[in-house]
Every structure is written in C-alpha cells, then in structure tokens.
RNA sequence: CGGGGCGUAGCGCAGCCUGGUAGCGCGCCUGCCUUGGGCGCAGGAGGUCGGAGGUUCGAAUCCUCUCGCCCCGACCA
C-alpha cells in the first residue's frame, strides 16, 4: 500500500469531541470518521483491522465446528413478537415501517431469526448439536453513544447459536465457545478476565463476561486476588456486617413517628439535629416492574443494585417510577418513603437481605415530613421478600474466600449466554429424542462486539505518540519510510524493499510521499504499525537501514539483505499472518 | 429522560458580554528555500457564523423556537 495514493487522513490535533484514547487516536490516526452520534465510518486502515479480527474469529469458530451464516438485519415484526421481545425492546430497538405500513426492526441480536430456521428445520435429535455464527451488523438506539466505538449505535457483532439436546449438551457447547473466546482475544492482543454477569434482557440461566480492565469502560467489575472470583458488579456479592448495631437494650421499643420538615434525603437525616448515620436508615425506593410497582429498600448508605432488582423481581422491563405513580402508591413524595404498613396494598416489596433481622432503624412514614424510628426488619417488614440488592464495593469481603475485592471498570468484548430453552419454548423450536419424544432445543448465545476489539486493543496499546498495534491486527505489518524522496538511491532501495517484502508475504505500507522525514515519522508512530523501516542516505552508503518496532526504544541498523527475512519472523512471531 | 457545555473555513479555536465591512493557528494551493522527528519565507483559495423566526437603520453578537454534537447522571444484551 502506497501512502501517497492511499486515504490515510491523519490529524495533528485531538478532535475536540473525543475524550477517550481509542477515539481520539482512531480518528487522528485515519482509522474512523464520525458520521453521526454513535455511528461511525470505518477508514481503510480501520477496515484492514477489523478484517484482520474477523479473520481471527472466523478461524476460531469455524476450529470448534461451528458454521457461517448470513442472516437479515431488516426483521419482521411477527417474530418479535413471538419471542415477546418487540415490547421488551423498548425504546432500544430501531422500528419503521414498510411501504405497506407493515411494522419492521433492525435487529438487535439475531435469537429469533436462527431460532425460526433451527425450528423450521431442525426436526430429530440427530441433527444436534448445531452451532451457528454470522458476523453482522446491529443496530441498537443506545440511549447515550459514547467514547467512540465504545458505545455506538450501529456495530458489527459475531453472534452464535448453539442448539443441543440436552443441559449436558449445551454445557459442552458453552465450553467450546469459552474457549474459543479466550483464544481469540488472545491472539487479537487484549488480556480479558471473565465476569460472572447479568443475564438482562437475553434470559437464560448463567452468562459469563469477557472483559478488557480500562478506564474507559462502562462496567464495573469486582474480582478477589486471592480466590480468583470474579464478576460484574451487576451480579457481584460480597460478605457484609450484619450485626444489628442498633438494637434496644431490652424489649423492642414501638414505632414512633416524628416530624422531619423539609428532610429529603440520606445526608439531611443524618445531619444536625436529627444525627440518624445512614447505616441506621433504609432507603426505600420505588420502581415500574413490568407496568407494576415494585418496591426495593436498601440501607441508607448502600446502593440499589437495579440489575438485581430486576432479577428479584421477575421485571423483564425495570424503570424508576415517575414522581406522580409514587404519589399514588405510596401516599408520600420521594424523601418520606417507607416499607412499613404496606402489606395488603398488592405492592410487591424487596428488601435487602443484609437487613434481615435488624431493629432499631429508621425509615420514611410514607407521610411528608415524617419518618418512623424503631423499625424492627422481622417485625414491620414482613410483607418484604429479602434478596440481594446492594451494589458491593471495593474493599468488602469476596463471597467465596472473605479476601477484600477490588472493584475496577472494565470494558465489555465479548458475552456468552446459556439460553435454556427461553427461545425454543416461546418460539416452538423442538425436536424428537431418542425416545420419540418432542423436546424443545436446548440453546446458548454467544457474541463478540468487533470493533471493540479494534477499540479495546487500542486502549491497551498506546503511548505519547499514538497507536502500538499488536501485529495480529495491525491493518499493516511494516510502516516503510524512504526519508529523504529527493535521493534517487533512496527512492530506489525503498522501492526495492517494497516489492521483495509484499512478494514475501509481509505487509507493507510505503511511505512515498514528498515529505520530510520528520512528518513521516510522526505519522508512522500515531498510525502505529509494529515494525518501522527507515530507509535514509547515510544507512544506505553502507547497505543498511534501520529497524524499530513500535514499542521499543532501540533503533537497530540492518543490512538491506536481512530485511525480509526478519521482517517475516518478525510478523509470525508476534502473531502475525504473511499474507502469502 | 434530568443536569451541564458547545455549534464561526477541512481541523482546533477567538470574536458574542457592550450589535456596525468575520479573525488566528494548523491543514490546503502556488513559488522559492529546506531536507533524519509535524522546517522557513512570500503569495493565495476557502465561511449562507447549525437552521427558522423575531427585535433593530443594521444581528455571528440580543430574544424565541428548532436541529445537531459532547460530557455527567439515569438507562443499556
């Protein structure tokens, strides 16, 4: 590839709009271009990177069996609907109509379109286990793109399906998938840990996280040193106190209300003349399950957990509710909540189970302005399923070993699911057993976000001066710099070097454009392919020229004649494919 | 959806408060010069100031509405 004939559009400034360092370096490198929020155009270095990563994942997949498909994105309403996912969508899933006022999506995830075909043709438990993949675009109107490819509206996503016979069946296929995730991350350059995680909206009975540890990603993750468990904080326990600090000596002293005007939060009741610390009051907070009230009560210094709520609660759609359905239900403004005297009221109540048992605490009198002291957990919460609700933090103890977790941000690669039979049951995807019995197809679902991979990968290999590619997704192998274009020996052995390394295999991308050595080298390092080759006057008056790989501080000088053949382990080494 | 910020040349920004002929740096084009870390000099092209409406003799600037983008939170497979 010849920079002076190549669209390569790399910029001196930081885009202003970037924040995070995959963003800033894939724009002013000329990988993407920003087309609109969340949407964005991949350039031609972009695009031999993300080829170079489906490569990966093609070979891995295809390693454990599985097949490639190529399915629609353009997806009828009625399938949606079988599988109850057009409502449980939501405001995420891009809708629109057809000329005939036909409703269509753009798919999120492809669970409905392979579960119409494995039921359409998937008839005998012979033809199991099956495990299908694409490698395709989706499209999710995310609620708030951002940090470049990170968080996008539209994305490329290697999807599999498994479908087997049995739990046993799926567990294998689950397996394979997990290890052929950690090989591909692997081999793309990414150091991921696995995350217990949250099932969400896919269902299903356990998922598994791979996640890249940056500061630039979304998710939380605790994980303990010393045990090895790990998860996301969507999901993730801990050992907590749970001694009942606030007990009365003696008997359990009655409720009594007292007036708070003007006491709207945690901080307020804790402060001068009320002095209630937050670990003595419970937060009471109200939420729309399902079109349903659904209340969550959690310590006064702990943090609801939605994703657990959501999980307590059975909700396949959890949202706060408004200030006028609280109004209702409760009888009382945010601020004067509470759980006690609602039983019999047909609201469904959670509350934290680090609360199981304990007396003397403080709570909303679900009248403004008023709060309840005494509130005995066994005695008025009753009515209150206890679950696990609470955010953990860092430091709190691992549930497995008691070791303090560390909690870290983490960015989401890759999710495998097992589905069960959440799809093939509502969508009437079954097959004979050996018996002649119909069962329904035991199934898991798998995906890899690609781009951020690209993304991640960057995140975890860059320095002052722009990208450090790992060589198995580097758009290019060599970045070839002839320094100085008015010399017609340097042109020439450049040239030379050019052709002897594409014919070997290696790729090349030829800086051969009139510039100054300098803005040649600025550009090599923000680009960020692995091995540099600087051709320049003096080095050639004695045959050599220099080598540098793009993390290393020390230049080598080579004779002319070495270069191929280092340059073609250089690639293989470091996880690289010649292209011939 | 709540809060904040920003839309002025391809990119990064100033000008707006206090209305009066639209500027700077980078990039781009031409010439000279230079030639190993984003050279130097000279000349040049390029902007309906996001859009609509209003106030005014006059609007990038003031007012109203609207669209877009970014950040924080909420949300999120």
Same mark, same amino acid.
């Given at each position: 590839?010849?920079?002076?004939?190549?669209?390569?559009?790399?910029?001196?400034?930081?885009? *202003?709009? /970037?924040?995070?360092?995959?963003?800033?370096?894939?724009?002013?490198?000329?990988?993407?271009?920003?087309?609109? @929020?969340?949407?964005?155009?991949?350039?031609?270095?972009?695009?031999?990177?993300?080829?170079?990563?489906?490569?990966?994942?093609?070979?891995?997949?295809?390693?454990?069996?599985?097949?490639?498909?190529?399915?629609?994105?353009?997806?009828?309403?009625?399938?949606?609907?079988?599988?109850?996912?057009?409502?449980?969508?939501?405001?995420?899933?891009?809708?629109?109509?057809?000329?005939?006022?036909?409703?269509?999506?753009?798919?999120?995830?492809?669970?409905?379109?392979?579960?119409?075909?494995?039921?359409?043709?998937?008839?005998?438990?012979?033809?199991?286990?099956?495990?299908?993949?694409?490698?395709?675009?989706?499209?999710?109107?995310?609620?708030?793109?951002?940090?470049?490819?990170?968080?996008?509206?539209?994305?490329?996503?290697?999807?599999?399906?498994?479908?087997?016979?049995?739990?046993?069946?799926?567990?294998?296929?689950?397996?394979?998938?997990?290890? @052929?995730?950690?090989?591909?991350?692997?081999?793309? =350059?990414?150091?991921?840990?696995?995350?217990?995680?949250?099932?969400?909206?896919?269902?299903?009975?356990?998922?598994?996280?791979?996640?890249?540890?940056?500061?630039? =990603?979304?998710?939380?993750?605790?994980?303990?040193?010393?045990?090895?468990? $790990?998860?996301?904080?969507?999901?993730?326990?801990?050992?907590?106190?749970?001694?009942?600090?606030?007990?009365?000596?003696?008997?359990?002293?009655?409720?009594?209300?007292?007036?708070?005007?003007?006491?709207?939060?945690?901080?307020?009741?804790?402060?001068?003349?009320?002095?209630?610390?937050?670990?003595?009051?419970?937060?009471?907070?109200?939420?729309?399950?399902?079109?349903?009230?659904?209340?969550?009560?959690?310590?006064?210094?702990?943090?609801?957990?939605?994703?657990?709520?959501?999980?307590?609660?059975?909700?396949?759609?959890?949202?706060?509710? !408004?200030?006028?359905?609280?109004?209702?239900?409760?009888?009382?403004?945010?601020?004067?909540?509470?759980?006690?005297?609602?039983?019999?009221?047909?609201?469904?109540?959670?509350?934290?189970?680090?609360?199981?048992?304990?007396?003397?605490?403080?709570?909303?009198?679900?009248?403004?302005?008023? !709060?309840?002291?005494?509130?005995?957990?066994?005695?008025?919460?009753?009515?209150?399923?206890?679950?696990?609700?609470?955010?953990?933090?860092?430091?709190?103890?691992?549930?497995?070993? =008691?070791?303090?977790?560390?909690?870290?941000? @983490?960015?989401?690669?890759?999710?495998?699911?097992?589905?069960?039979?959440?799809?093939?049951?509502?969508?009437?995807?079954?097959?004979?057993?050996?018996?002649?019995?119909?069962?329904?197809?035991?199934?898991?679902?798998?995906?890899?976000?690609?781009?951020?991979?690209?993304?991640?990968?960057?995140?975890?290999?860059?320095?002052?001066?722009?990208?450090?590619?790992?060589?198995?997704? $580097?758009?290019?192998?060599?970045?070839?710099?002839?320094?100085?274009?008015?010399?017609?020996?340097?042109?020439? /052995?450049?040239?030379?070097?050019?052709?002897?390394?594409?014919? *070997?295999?290696?790729?090349?991308?030829?800086?051969?454009?009139?510039?100054? @050595?300098?803005?040649?080298?600025?550009?090599?390092?923000?680009?960020?392919?692995?091995?540099?080759?600087?051709? =320049?006057?003096?080095?050639? $008056?004695?045959?050599?020229?220099?080598?540098?790989?793009?993390?290393?501080?020390?230049?080598?000088?080579?004779?002319?004649?070495?270069?191929? $053949?280092?340059?073609?382990?250089?690639?293989?080494?470091?996880?690289?494919?010649?292209?011939?």
């Amino acid at each position: 590839m010849r920079m002076s004939k190549s669209f390569t559009p790399t910029l001196k400034e930081v885009p *202003a709009d /970037a924040t995070v360092a995959s963003h800033q370096l894939l724009v002013r490198a000329g990988y993407i271009r920003q087309l609109a @929020a969340g949407i964005y155009s991949i350039l031609p270095l972009g695009q031999r990177s993300i080829l170079k990563i489906t490569a990966v994942v093609r070979e891995e997949m295809n390693a454990i069996g599985a097949q490639e498909f190529y399915l629609p994105a353009l997806n009828p309403r009625e399938i949606w609907e079988e599988s109850g996912r057009w409502t449980m969508m939501g405001e995420n899933m891009f809708r629109l109509k057809d000329r005939k006022g036909a409703d269509l999506c753009l798919a999120m995830t492809h669970e409905e379109v392979f579960t119409v075909l494995a039921r359409a043709e998937l008839r005998s438990y012979r033809q199991l286990p099956q495990a299908w993949y694409q490698i395709q675009t989706k499209f999710r109107d995310e609620p708030r793109p951002k940090s470049g490819l990170l968080r996008v509206r539209q994305f490329t996503m290697k999807d599999s399906y498994s479908f087997d016979l049995d739990r046993a069946g799926l567990d294998k296929s689950f397996e394979d998938h997990r290890q @052929a995730y950690v090989r591909i991350f692997g081999r793309c =350059g990414l150091k991921t840990i696995q995350v217990e995680a949250h099932s969400g909206a896919m269902g299903g009975s356990g998922s598994t996280e791979f996640m890249v540890p940056t500061d630039a =990603g979304e998710d939380l993750i605790a994980s303990c040193e010393n045990c090895g468990y $790990a998860a996301n904080t969507e999901k993730a326990e801990s050992q907590v106190d749970t001694t009942d600090k606030y007990k009365a000596a003696g008997e359990s002293p009655p409720l009594e209300e007292f007036a708070t005007p003007g006491v709207l939060t945690i901080e307020a009741l804790s402060a001068k003349p009320y002095g209630v610390t937050a670990d003595q009051q419970l937060k009471t907070l109200v939420y729309v399950g399902d079109d349903k009230p659904v209340i969550a009560i959690v310590r006064g210094d702990d943090q609801l957990n939605e994703a657990k709520l959501q999980t307590a609660s059975g909700a396949s759609v959890l949202r706060p509710a !408004h200030p006028d359905e609280i109004q209702r239900w409760m009888g009382a403004r945010p601020g004067s909540l509470g759980g006690v005297g609602l039983s019999g009221k047909g609201l469904r109540i959670f509350i934290d189970r680090r609360l199981a048992g304990l007396t003397g605490l403080v709570t909303g009198a679900n009248r403004d302005g008023f !709060h309840l002291r005494n509130v005995s957990v066994p005695r008025d919460l009753s009515h209150a399923t206890s679950a696990d609700l609470r955010m953990v933090n860092a430091g709190e103890g691992c549930p497995r070993c =008691g070791s303090p977790l560390t909690v870290a941000k @983490a960015l989401e690669v890759g999710h495998i699911f097992k589905l069960g039979t959440r799809y093939s049951e509502t969508m009437g995807a079954r097959v004979l057993d050996e018996s002649g019995k119909e069962t329904p197809i035991v199934m898991g679902s798998y995906g890899i976000g690609i781009e951020r991979i690209l993304a991640g990968a960057v995140e975890l290999h860059h320095d002052g001066d722009g990208i450090r590619m790992p060589m198995s997704i $580097a758009p290019l192998h060599v970045a070839l710099l002839p320094l100085q274009m008015q010399d017609g020996a340097v042109r020439d /052995a450049a040239e030379r070097l050019y052709r002897k390394l594409t014919d *070997a295999g290696v790729e090349v991308l030829l800086d051969d454009r009139d510039e100054r @050595a300098g803005v040649k080298f600025k550009d090599a390092d923000l680009i960020g392919l692995p091995l540099r080759i600087a051709v =320049g006057k003096k080095g050639l $008056a004695e045959g050599k020229v220099e080598w540098k790989q793009r993390g290393a501080n020390e230049v080598d000088l080579i004779a002319l004649t070495e270069v191929v $053949a280092r340059a073609q382990s250089a690639v293989r080494d470091g996880g690289g494919r010649l292209s011939r």
